[in-house]
């Protein structure tokens, strides 16, 4: 062996093994961050997306913590710092909320989640075919609808322009009722309004299972309110100010957390029929592998070993 070769291989180990604990030192976690916690306004979708994240998180040697609230107590609660990171922020039907929390240096944007999403109010199928294609067409067949808009929680932002859409009296419903509730109830009287042919207009989005269990149609003409492209919307995750900084290898898995609507789409319909969030994740990334290596790319488990290793093994990989 010369002499230059012999250099040339001392130093490339020397880098290698700096390199690679460089690498765990930065990326491993203060136990500081070990709990983190999630907020969660009662939505399958983002129940969905917190038990993927959960599952992940636990594999990692991490402790979610998924905390319930309303959307408008759940960013008071990030504002407060008693939320760390919050998974279903609609764009832009919550930009009011996050103009708040920006005025007030609360929270930072992660990255964006989820494309595709939308939003807006719908009918079943068989009131589109009596020519209720738009919030035009509502007032006109107010009787067949019991004059009612069905919504979701109390608090919500779609809620909200429901109500302001009945204030503004632009589509003629200034005599309609926002009916609040949660969205099982919400769908359920979809249902029952379905076996019986009954008009019934409600708030919808995808992702979720209902496009799939009912024959709905989104109205047209409500841009003014719930956006262009029947409530065409981004999903981003957000983190309250100063997390990222405190907890980098946490906030790295977050950045790469990226779903579709047909990943999104299943896991709502597992959880509905029952599975428990993170029942439903771990059997979606067991059947989904490759997403782990993008997922856990330069990320490791709170001891700083490999993160991907880790969750494989979770999920029995």
Known sequence: MNRNSRTGRITTGILLIVAAFAGNANAADDAACKAIRLSDPGWTDITATNGVASVVLSALGYEPDVKTLSVPIGYQSMKNGEID????????????????????????????????????????????????????????????????????????????????????????????ELVESGEQAMLSQVERAGKLKKGVVFLAWAPHPMNE?????????????????????????????????????????????????????????????????????????????KVIDTWLFGVTTLDGKPGDAAVKAAVGL
């Open 85 to 176: 990171v919050f998974l279903g922020n609609w764009m832009p039907a919550q930009k009011a909320f996050v103009d708040d929390l920006n005025a007030a240096k609360a929270i930072e944007v992660i990255g964006q989640n989820l494309e595709g999403a939308k939003f807006t109010l719908a009918v079943p199928s068989y009131m589109a075919e009596k020519g209720i294609k738009s919030f035009a067409d509502l007032s006109k067949h107010a009787d067949e609808f019991d004059k009612k808009i069905y919504g979701i929680e109390p608090g919500a932002p779609a809620n909200q322009n429901i109500q302001k859409i009945i204030a503004d009296e632009k589509f003629g419903l200034k005599d309609w």
């Open 213 to 289: 269990k009912f024959s709905i149609e989104y109205l047209s003409g409500g841009d003014d309110y719930f956006g262009p492209n029947f409530g065409g919307a981004q999903v981003y995750t957000l983190a309250r100010t100063g997390w990222t900084a405190q907890c980098p290898n946490a906030a790295s898995l977050f950045k790469n957390l990226k779903f579709d609507v047909g990943m999104e789409n299943k896991l709502m319909g597992e959880i509905l029929g029952g599975q428990t969030s993170t029942d439903a994740a771990t059997a979606w990334l067991k059947a989904n592998p």
